[in-house]
């Protein structure tokens, strides 16, 4: 077992059980804000309505009993609550501070956060781990590659991500020094000889499906992480009222 564990079939195996467990702590960790807020909204509604009604009235005394009872249901379901609930001794109405809410929702909120980014970093880890098996085995597959891309695909595969980028490497690492018949690199000739290098590269089998996963996942990446900062910025006014916003 623990062979497998450490085979990269296994960590694969482990990395995806991970990002399922951090899935599903996401969908409650929503489902918990949502609920919050409901009962949030409940409570505002219930006071609204006690407010509304001519205080000593039999209309007021049910309004009242039913504004008491969302207090108790909430510091029941949330304990921290209670440290922010009152009680008016004129009228026995409990009352919830506005301090406690923005509290309570806050944590919530930053739940939804905090398990949202473990998603996004689980399944990125993911798609790594299957980029890095996806490029090992190009380069076990590929007799004859050049030892700077058999470095790459064993040890960087991240760095592929383009065939613009693989071109713009080669050129950087072409020393002449170690050429038989080196090259101007501003010359006419260098760039004819980087053509060839690149119709080299894309007639390798499974270039084009790692570089196509490698984009992939970066784009994916980016969107959770604009996601997660959206969020942030949502749910902090000084953020929002930042330049930075």
Same mark, same amino acid.
């Given at each position: 077992k623990a062979v497998q564990a450490a085979s990269p079939e296994g960590k694969l195996k482990a990395l995806k059980e991970e990002a399922t467990e951090c899935s599903k702590a996401f969908d409650e960790a929503k489902t918990a804000a949502e609920e919050l807020k409901s009962a949030f909204d409940n409570y505002d509604s219930l006071v609204k309505k006690l407010n509304e009604c001519?205080? #000593?009235?039999?209309?007021?005394?049910?309004?009242?009993?039913?504004?008491?009872?969302? /207090?108790?249901?909430?510091?029941?379901?949330?304990?921290?609550?209670?440290?922010y609930v009152t009680r008016d001794e004129k009228t026995g109405q409990l009352k919830v501070s506005q301090t406690g809410i923005d509290s309570v929702r806050d944590s919530a909120d930053a739940a939804v956060i905090n398990t949202q980014a473990a998603t996004v970093d689980a399944n990125a880890n993911v798609k790594n781990q299957e980029i890095d098996m996806q490029a090992e085995s190009i380069a076990k597959n590929n007799h004859y590659l050049p030892t700077w891309l058999e470095d790459k695909l064993y040890n960087d595969p991240q760095s592929l991500g383009s065939y613009d980028d693989i071109r713009q490497m080669i050129a950087d690492n072409y020393d002449p020094t170690y050429e038989e018949n080196p090259l101007d690199k501003d010359s006419k000739e260098f760039q004819q000889w980087l053509n060839e290098q690149m119709i080299e590269l894309k007639n390798i089998d499974g270039m084009d499906e790692l570089i196509a996963a490698i984009q992939a996942n970066t784009l994916?990446?980016?969107? #959770?992480?604009?996601?997660?900062?959206?969020?942030?910025?949502?749910?902090?006014?000084? /953020?929002?009222?930042?330049?930075?916003?």
């Open positions: 001519t205080q #000593g009235t039999q209309e007021w005394k049910d309004a009242l009993i039913d504004v008491n009872n969302a /207090v108790l249901d909430l510091m029941a379901n949330y304990p921290d609550l209670a440290q994916a990446q980016e969107t #959770g992480n604009q996601a997660i900062a959206d969020n942030i910025l949502a749910n902090d006014e000084k /953020v929002q009222n930042s330049k930075y916003a």
